[in-house]
């Protein structure tokens, strides 16, 4: 267990150590980005600038949805799926042109991290659960 968390904690970091090289920023200081949004619960696929970069997962249900919109990211979080899901799922967004940037994996958990023009991917998968953390760049920038 502790060995999933080590890993799920690194690739963490180092999302966010892309994202914050390229990101947007607000006005605030940019290491508090995670603390601006609270896990708001849905029950369908939001439809927004950063979901338009990924496709739907075809498997499992979304849980919850954390909006950092002012720091350029978004996550999403999904629920039921087997670690084989989450694989198809990151195998399909490379056949959609994404770029594996960073992968680790284990029998309990893997991440990577995908980049595509200006939007960088932080796909997480432990214990039946998917996070997307999905970081849109200041083209400007």
């Given at each position: 267990?502790?060995k999933?968390?080590?890993?799920l904690?690194?690739?963490f970091?180092?999302?966010?150590?892309?994202?914050?090289?390229?990101?947007?920023?607000s006005?605030?200081?940019?290491?508090?980005?995670?603390?601006s949004?609270?896990?708001?619960?849905?029950?369908?696929?939001?439809?927004n600038e950063?979901?338009?970069?990924?496709p739907?997962?075809?498997?499992?249900?979304?849980?919850?949805?954390?909006?950092?919109t002012?720091?350029?990211r978004?996550?999403?979080v999904?629920?039921d799926?087997s670690?084989?899901e989450?694989?198809?799922?990151?195998?399909?967004l490379?056949?959609?042109g994404y770029e594996?940037?960073?992968?680790?994996?284990n029998?309990?958990?893997?991440g990577?991290?995908l980049?595509k023009?200006?939007?960088?991917?932080s796909?997480?998968?432990s214990e039946?659960?998917?996070?997307?953390?999905?970081?849109?760049?200041?083209?400007?920038s």
């Amino acid at each position: 267990m502790k060995k999933i968390f080590s890993c799920l904690f690194f690739l963490f970091l180092l999302a966010v150590s892309f994202g914050g090289c390229a990101t947007r920023l607000s006005d605030t200081d940019s290491s508090d980005w995670t603390l601006s949004a609270e896990p708001e619960f849905v029950t369908s696929w939001p439809e927004n600038e950063f979901t338009s970069w990924i496709p739907k997962p075809s498997t499992g249900s979304i849980d919850y949805v954390c909006d950092y919109t002012d720091s350029g990211r978004y996550q999403v979080v999904m629920k039921d799926l087997s670690q084989e899901e989450s694989q198809d799922y990151v195998h399909q967004l490379l056949e959609q042109g994404y770029e594996q940037i960073a992968s680790e994996s284990n029998e309990a958990s893997a991440g990577t991290i995908l980049q595509k023009d200006e939007v960088t991917l932080s796909i997480a998968y432990s214990e039946n659960v998917l996070n997307i953390l999905i970081i849109v760049n200041d083209a400007d920038s």
